[in-house]
C-alpha cells in the first residue's frame, strides 16, 4: 500500500484547510486510515482515525470540535477538514494505514503498517 498526503499549506489563524490522502496498492488489506501530526522538537501524536468500511471515526480529545475525518472509498481516499486552525495546529502531518480494524482496537495504539510522506501545514498568528 502507497499512501500519498497533500494539500498542507499556510493558513492564516482561524482558517479552515482539507488535506487529502490516496491510498494505491493492496488497498483492500485496509481497515483503518488515520492522520497523524509531528510538529518540531515535538513527538508525533494521533489526530484522526476512520474505518475504511462503515466509517466508524475516532478523534483526538483535544482537536475534537474542529476536525472531521472522511473517506471516499471509490477514490481510495481519506480526507481531514481541519476548522479553527490555530498556531499550534502547525506540524507535519502524515496518514496512516493498516489491517487492524478500529472496532477493535484503539486508533491511537495501533502500529500502522503503511506511511504516507507527510504534508506541511503552517499556521499563521
Known amino acids: 500500500v502507497q499512501l500519498q498526503a497533500s494539500g498542507g499549506g499556510l493558513v492564516q489563524a482561524g482558517g479552515s484547510l482539507r488535506l487529502s490522502c490516496a491510498a494505491s496498492?493492496?488497498?483492500?488489506?485496509?481497515?483503518?486510515m488515520a492522520w497523524f501530526r509531528q510538529a518540531p522538537g515535538k513527538e508525533r501524536e494521533f489526530v484522526a482515525a476512520?474505518?475504511?468500511?462503515?466509517?466508524?471515526?475516532y478523534y483526538a480529545d483535544s482537536m475534537k470540535g474542529r476536525l472531521t475525518i472522511s473517506r471516499d472509498n471509490a477514490k481510495n481516499t481519506v480526507y481531514l477538514q481541519m476548522n479553527s486552525l490555530i498556531p499550534d495546529d502547525t506540524a507535519v502531518y502524515y496518514c496512516a494505514a493498516d489491517p487492524s480494524s478500529i472496532r477493535l482496537r484503539d486508533p491511537r495504539r495501533i502500529r500502522y503498517d503503511y506511511w504516507g510522506q507527510g504534508t506541511q501545514l503552517t499556521v499563521s498568528s
Open positions: 496498492g493492496r488497498t483492500f488489506s485496509i481497515s483503518t
Open positions: 476512520i474505518a475504511w468500511s462503515g466509517g466508524t471515526t
